[in-house]
């Protein structure tokens, strides 16, 4: 179960994001049964806030949002027109802002970057049970790829 959204970038799309992303966590549990829970629901929220609002800032241009059911996960992908990785800065308790990409990484089971001819996709999986299974790694460096 997928679906792929195009988004305009404009000020509206995060909000926009989050709600289409919230729509497709409960279209799977009543459509398709799968068993989300709350704490899935708030981080994919989360997740795509950061997400959107990073391509937003940093890729002028429409976006394209994809969420995926797979195995016992949600996909959430977002594509954008930067070339760039994303880089966490690093730790700094007196910073205000910037921690997107930190908390993103912490509550991911996968983190992955690809680039591609036109910018790049920005792909985390966020586990839908309402603990992460034991033994899964959480906050691991992004995994980079071409």
Same mark, same amino acid.
């Given at each position: 179960?997928?679906?792929?959204? /195009?988004?305009?970038?404009?000020?509206?799309?995060?909000?926009?994001?989050?709600?289409?992303?919230?729509?497709?966590?409960?279209?799977?549990?009543?459509?398709?049964?799968?068993?989300?829970?709350?704490?899935?629901?708030?981080?994919?929220?989360?997740?795509?806030?950061?997400?959107?609002?990073?391509?937003?800032?940093?890729?002028?241009?429409?976006?394209?949002?994809?969420?995926?059911?797979?195995?016992?996960?949600?996909?959430?992908?977002?594509?954008?027109?930067?070339?760039?990785? /994303?880089?966490?800065?690093?730790?700094? /308790?007196?910073?205000?802002?910037?921690?997107?990409?930190?908390?993103?990484?912490?509550?991911?089971?996968?983190?992955?970057?690809?680039?591609?001819?036109?910018?790049?996709?920005?792909?985390?999986?966020?586990?839908?049970?309402?603990?992460?299974?034991?033994?899964? /790694?959480?906050?691991?460096?992004?995994?980079?790829?071409?």
């Amino acid at each position: 179960m997928g679906v792929a959204v /195009p988004l305009n970038g404009g000020d509206a799309s995060i909000a926009e994001a989050r709600h289409l992303a919230i729509d497709f966590l409960t279209r799977a549990q009543v459509d398709e049964n799968v068993a989300v829970s709350a704490r899935a629901m708030d981080l994919t929220q989360l997740v795509v806030s950061e997400l959107v609002t990073n391509a937003r800032k940093y890729a002028p241009g429409p976006m394209l949002m994809e969420l995926c059911i797979e195995d016992a996960a949600v996909a959430v992908t977002v594509h954008d027109s930067a070339r760039v990785r /994303p880089v966490a800065r690093s730790e700094d /308790p007196h910073r205000i802002g910037g921690h997107g990409l930190e908390i993103v990484m912490a509550v991911a089971q996968k983190f992955h970057v690809h680039l591609e001819p036109a910018g790049k996709r920005v792909t985390v999986h966020i586990a839908l049970a309402a603990e992460p299974a034991a033994g899964v /790694p959480r906050g691991a460096a992004p995994h980079a790829s071409r």
